[in-house]
């Protein structure tokens, strides 16, 4: 009979809460720990008979406590010293107990079906490799198996971080062990690997697991859904994921290798290929790594590497790519971490960085290169509503509902000033072209600021300041441009604060205005369309109807030959000069609200009222 059951108060610390699983040799329950919920397991010995096989799995689960306590990793479970204890009782079995962290988040299993089965990047799957393989390597070295690697176990936490759970390390060795007594075994179809469904599990049968893993998330397939060759038995995956390129495809192959002494041997070695994979900008060259064993390397019919990340080293070096490039073009990465609409966004090549600001009021810097966040800046207390980065990009500036505008400096993100007079809810913030004025809007003010001294210069405004929806400067910086509720343009001097000329659209609201680099031309989401003008005239040019989506967010390509524009969930990449539609870009699942290319054209952000920033690239 067990001691513990929903309700009981265990070493005068534990009190039981409900019972969460039960599998193998344990149950697991819910226990409040002062306050804190944490997970308990207790090992379940009744299934085991013979007393040489009680002892074992006794002295295994003893075992995995005392690695699990002396394990100080954060993607593994934490145990406190005191976490192992018996409860016993009189003529009965001993309950034998383990306290451990209760790890919060999706699995990675559950986290795929709400992406409804969308492929991962190939950089994200590297990056968590990555990850996975570092929290191997201590387990590893404790001479401890996993045996049961796969989406469902391993957590995402709200921080980004992943955690391997169920893994017990030694409670999978006792359950081998155990297979020779009670006949049954720990097999997780698609991803167990032979010697293991033989009872001969081996450290390098965790790398196999981990592989077939990372090719469920790459292809959105689990793998027995995925055909074999039926000459060798290997996994036929690579067309089912595109964006994976060649360095990738081997080393995964490498790792799902039929013999295990065929695979990487240690975690050291896989970290070594993804080191040399990153040191190359993710797979931009076809060369596989020089280290890898020639077993590695596909012996015919290599899989061809895709052309966009045969480039990738490209988006940030070299000359702007021609407008025809993003003819073809595709995803190179999604950033989660905000929690709520990505309402602003843009890019310092100079630095490559990407700053963006979120409903969920914070301000994120995030390394393009490597696709990681760096900084997360909470100075504002309301929803941040706009990011503009000064031409030198020395400076950004970040506007929020909270009725401030904040300049911090790059690349380090340090708060140099507070703006502070606007009365209501600040709605954009941007650079002059010359850096030395910033222009902000609320639901009432249009102010106009030195940069240097933090001055307010002077106001624009007439009787209905509450409809603006939308504000820029010209290419030459001689001209405010201000887009209201109405459809109504207003052209201001900026040096004199008077109003020059005013035009009206009836096509709709203006939500977003955007003047090309060579100030040709100035675009304007209007209602459900984007609509181009006369940049010094402010003629009608046309009018760009991409009839499967609207027009939300607006940008041009630095070289002014490309203009994208973000509707319901996809983006429509535009020739200007003759509106013709050059690619949609879909993979966003609500609206985008914000659009940014880089300094050099070859890169172009999105982010959306979904939370995430997706980097786009073109294929020349």
């Known amino acids: 009979m067990s001691l513990v059951w929903p309700g009981a108060f265990l070493q005068n610390r534990y009190l039981v809460l409900q019972a969460i699983g039960k599998g193998g040799t344990s149950q697991t329950f819910d226990v409040d720990d002062a306050g804190t919920v944490k997970v308990l397991k207790v090992l379940d010995l009744q299934r085991i008979n013979q007393m040489e096989g009680k002892q074992k799995a006794i002295a295994l689960f003893q075992r995995e406590a005392e690695v699990l306590i002396r394990l100080n990793c954060p993607g593994i479970p934490q145990v406190q010293a005191n976490g192992y204890f018996v409860l016993d009782q009189p003529d009965q079995e001993p309950n034998y107990c383990l306290v451990m962290e209760k790890i919060d988040g999706l699995n990675l299993e559950k986290w795929l079906e709400q992406r409804h089965q969308l492929p991962i990047p190939a950089e994200q799957a590297i990056a968590w490799l990555r990850q996975l393989m570092t929290i191997l390597e201590p387990l590893h070295q404790a001479g401890l198996i996993h045996r049961d690697i796969k989406p469902s176990n391993i957590m995402l936490k709200p921080d980004g971080q992943l955690v391997l759970i169920d893994f017990g390390g030694v409670r999978e060795v006792s359950e081998t062990y155990l297979r020779n007594i009670t006949g049954t075994g720990l097999i997780s179809p698609g991803y167990t690997p032979l010697e293991q469904a033989e009872g001969k599990a081996v450290l390098q049968s965790d790398y196999f697991a981990l592989a077939r893993t990372m090719v469920h998330l790459l292809t959105g397939k689990h793998p027995i859904d995925l055909e074999r060759d039926p000459r060798n038995g290997k996994l036929l995956w690579q067309d089912s994921a595109p964006q994976v390129a060649q360095p990738l495809v081997e080393l995964l192959d490498y790792m799902m290798a039929l013999l295990p002494g065929r695979r990487p041997q240690t975690p050291q070695l896989i970290l070594k290929y993804l080191d040399e994979m990153t040191q190359t900008a993710i797979a931009a060259d076809s060369t596989p790594p020089s280290s890898l064993p020639a077993h590695a390397k596909p012996a015919a019919n290599p899989v061809p590497k895709p052309a966009l990340l045969q480039k990738l080293t490209g988006v940030f070096r070299g000359a702007s790519l021609p407008q025809n490039s993003w003819r ?131 106001t624009l405004s007439d009787e209905d300041t509450d409809a603006v929806r939308a504000i820029a400067f010209s290419a030459d910086g001689r001209s405010c441009i201000l887009g209201y509720r109405d459809g109504t343009f207003q052209i201001w001097n900026p040096h004199t604060g008077q109003l020059v000329h005013s035009f009206t659209t009836p096509t709709g609201s203006i939500n977003a205005i955007a003047p090309s680099a060579n100030g040709h031309l100035l675009a304007s989401s209007v209602g459900r369309v984007t609509q181009l003008w006369h940049a010094t005239t402010y003629a009608p040019l046309r009018t760009l109807d991409d009839a499967q989506d609207g027009s939300s967010a607006i940008a041009f390509d630095p070289t002014s030959q490309v203009l994208a524009s973000g509707g319901d969930r996809a983006i429509a990449l535009w020739q200007p000069q003759t509106g013709e539609l050059l690619r949609r ?36």
């Open 328 to 458: 073809r073009s595709a995803l190179r990465g999604t950033l989660r971490d905000h929690t709520g609409t990505v309402s602003a966004i843009a890019i310092s090549t100079a630095h490559h960085i990407l700053v963006s600001g979120s409903h969920d009021t914070t301000v994120k810097l995030w390394s393009v290169r490597a696709k990681t966040l760096l900084q997360t800046l909470t100075q504002h207390r309301d929803r941040v509503t706009g990011i503009a980065l000064s031409p030198d990009d020395l400076l950004f500036a970040s506007s929020s509902f909270d009725q401030t505008i904040c300049l911090w400096s790059l690349p380090d993100g340090k708060l140099q000033q507070t703006l502070t007079g606007h009365q209501h809810r600040i709605t954009g913030v941007t650079f002059s072209p010359n850096g030395r004025m910033l222009m902000s809007s609320s639901s009432r003010e249009i102010y106009l600021w030195s940069v240097q001294t933090g001055r307010l210069l002077r």
């Open 585 to 620: 870009l879909e993979g966003h699942t609500s609206a985008i609200r914000s659009l940014a290319f880089s300094g050099n054209g070859n890169l172009l952000a999105s982010g959306s009222q979904d939370t995430t920033i997706k980097l786009w690239v073109p294929i020349p």
